[in-house]
């Protein structure tokens, strides 16, 4: 078999390349591990940047999107006792966020692919990349109990945190940045409507919690919880309590509580490779970095990795220009470090880390104070929220 792009990974970077190149008349065949469902059971974050909204627009799978997702100018910090709405659209000179799911917009790439009649082998086994420090490299993988081999012009390692690209690059060549943090966040998702029409990110005493939402009549709570603890111990019912200890006296009166329909502790971590280009391949997305998900920037970040990818790999075909390729990977970094440094601040300002001091605790309270208290300290929140410009400082 043959193809100019082998992608690995059918999450929504290698969905939203696969999109961007066929659009442009590239050919590609995209290697997934997982079946079909298994990827749209995995419940993600869901703010969309208008970078974000523009791309998919742009790859024509924006529809649905412009139909059922929400658009919100602003959000709520709640922190002793106080809301304080960050007004993004009026701090951004009209710049908005969307709500929509990360499990809808994957389902409306893959529908969109399926629909054309674009190659994605799913449950491909031992995926293995060679040779992308030649002209020529290829990958293998087994189906259904036989072995192929694609060769290629490029790999593109779409393939998340967990993928066999990042491991498969020589260790000499790799520099990887990571961070932890002392907690989780457990998840609940729920058909019930959101306790308010914004988000809320709540720092209180008893640690961070946020109320998010997919739809009117879908919500997403989250707590940070200990890294120890473990997922049987929340019962639904313990959830909604401890939810309601964070919230304020509106939140606790408006909060209204069901049956979960997932639930899930999520650890918390910001990491970067450099490079994330070796060769002939490739990192975009998870793959290349995780920001912990305060913010909602993992999604936004892959997407203008494949947005810098796909021009690059256009340019290459349509204009005989490495120009792109060789500047991807500095051109990724730049902006995912921005967004790696505001994932990480604010999650600084908005959790409580065990074995923090007295002093710790003065100064995450007097920088609160601060933003919510100058205009200029709004502003910076909100302009990261929605997200810097595609050609933010050059
Ligand atoms: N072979 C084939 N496929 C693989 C392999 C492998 N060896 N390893 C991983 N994969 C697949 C995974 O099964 C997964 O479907 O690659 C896909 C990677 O998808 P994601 O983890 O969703 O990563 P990405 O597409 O970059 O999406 C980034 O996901 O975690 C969030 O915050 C993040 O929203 C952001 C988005
Ligand atoms: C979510 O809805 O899952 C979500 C929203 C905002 C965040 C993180 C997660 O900052």
Redesign the pocket.
Known sequence: MRTQVAI?????????LGQLLAKAGIDAII????TGD??LS?I??GILEQVCIDLLDEAGVGVRMHREGLVHGGFEMLYNGQRHRIDMKGLTGGKNVMVYG?TEL?RDLMEARTQAGLPTVYQ????AVHDFDTQKPSVT?EKDGESFKIECDFIAG????????RASAPRSAITEFEKVYPFGWLGLLSDTPPVHHELIYVNSPRGFALCSQRSQTRSRYYLQVPLTDMIEQWSDEAFWQELRLRLDDEGRARLITGQSIEKSIAPLRSFVTEPMRFGRMFL????GH??P?TG???????AT?VKYLSNAIIDYYQESSEAGIDSYSARCLKRIWRGERFSWWFTQLMHRFPGDDAIAARFQQAELDYLFNSEAGARTIAENYVGLPLDFGG
């Open positions: 690995i990974g059918a999450g929504p970077s290698g969905l939203l290697l997934e591990r997982q298994y990827v995995r993600r974050a990360q994957t491909a086994l031992n995926v993988y779409c393939d998340g945190f967990h993928g066999v690209c975009a997305g998870d793959a995780i920001v998900p909602a920037k993992g999604l936004n970040l892959a990795d």
